[in-house]
């Protein structure tokens, strides 16, 4: 098994290709979530898990139903059922454990059910890792590393923006730029910082 297929995944999910920098998906508790740390860091961890997961079950369901049967076509709705249903998971779980913490994520909890990142680790891990004369077994341990590390890379840009937004909460800022539109100027600035990873060459 090559280890170089898995860095390569590694450093491309959380700086080259970041679902949020890069991809632009996950706007939604991107902007929502990160007004706080501790918010932010709870859903990436609730979002790793959750493309972590769901990474794993939609491998399986590609690879032993719909490609046998010959119904690839039924891929989109099959992963969303899947995250959806993980995403229920989830948030049970939160709201018996820390109620606290599930007041603080609010709506952005269940909008991991619609968070599109979730939906394009698992179409790029069908698209990326079947075929081409590659095993199965690699092909499911680099599906894995692709959905943790899209999660890894998701949690990143949410303390980098928490962490800018509270700091900010300190300054004198134009009552025009509080709120969303100071925090879209942000995460454009952030995006053309990450753009400079695009430059990597990994062979």
Same mark, same amino acid.
């Given at each position: 098994?090559?280890?170089? #297929?898995?860095?390569?995944?590694i450093?491309? $999910?959380?700086?080259?290709? =970041? ?5 632009? !998906? ?9 007004? =706080? ?5 709870? $859903?990436? $961890?609730a ?16 690879a ?5 049967f010959?119904?690839?076509?039924? &891929? ?5 059922l ?13 709201r #018996?454990?820390?109620p606290?913490?599930? &007041? ?31 095993? #199965? ?23 980098l923006?928490?962490?800018? &937004?509270? &700091? !900010? ?5 134009p ?5 969303v ?8 600035? $952030? ?13």
């Amino acid at each position: 098994m090559d280890l170089s #297929k898995f860095i390569v995944v590694i450093i491309s $999910m959380v700086f080259v290709n =970041n679902f949020i920098l890069s991809k632009f !998906l996950g706007l939604c508790p991107f902007i929502g979530v990160s007004k =706080n740390i501790k918010p932010a860091m709870s $859903m990436g $961890m609730a979002v790793t898990f959750v493309a972590a997961m769901s990474s794993v079950i939609t491998w399986l369901v590609y690879a032993f139903v719909l490609i046998p049967f010959k119904i690839e076509y039924l &891929r989109t709705i099959t992963f969303v059922l899947v995250i959806a249903g993980f995403v229920q998971f989830v948030e049970m779980v939160i709201r #018996k454990t820390t109620p606290v913490l599930y &007041r603080a994520l609010g709506i952005y909890l269940p909008l991991i059910t619609t968070n599109c990142a979730i939906l394009g680790v698992t179409v790029l891990n069908s698209d990326t890792f079947f075929g081409g004369g590659m095993n #199965k077994l690699e092909s499911f341990l680099l599906s894995l590393t692709q959905g943790v590390f899209a999660g890894v890379g998701f949690t990143l840009a949410l303390l980098l923006m928490s962490g800018i &937004r509270e &700091r !900010l909460e300190l300054t004198d800022v134009p009552e025009v730029m509080k709120g969303v539109p100071l925090a879209f100027v942000i995460a454009s600035l $952030m995006s053309l910082a990450f753009m400079g990873f695009s430059g990597f060459k990994i062979h």
